[in-house]
C-alpha cells in the first residue's frame, strides 16, 4: 500500500483501499478522507466529489 499526507489530519497513513464491485476507493484510515474514487472500466475518475474524464480531448 502507498503512505500519503492526509490535507485533513495532517497526518501519514496508509491508504484504506476499498472495493465494492467495480468501485474502488482509497481513503484515510484516520479521519475518512477520500483520496481518490473510480469505478473500473468506466473511463473517468472522482477526486473529491470532482469527475475528470479519462477521455480529456487537447486543445491546440
Sequence with gaps: M??????????VVEE???KEGNKVTK???ECGFI???YV???????????EISENRTSSN
Design 16 to 18: 484504506k483501499l476499498e
Design 40 to 50: 473500473k472500466g468506466k473511463g473517468y475518475t472522482i477526486f473529491n466529489s470532482v
Design 27 to 29: 481513503s484515510c484510515p
Design 35 to 37: 483520496f481518490v474514487s
Design 2 to 11: 502507498a503512505r500519503r499526507t492526509c490535507p485533513t489530519c495532517k497526518k
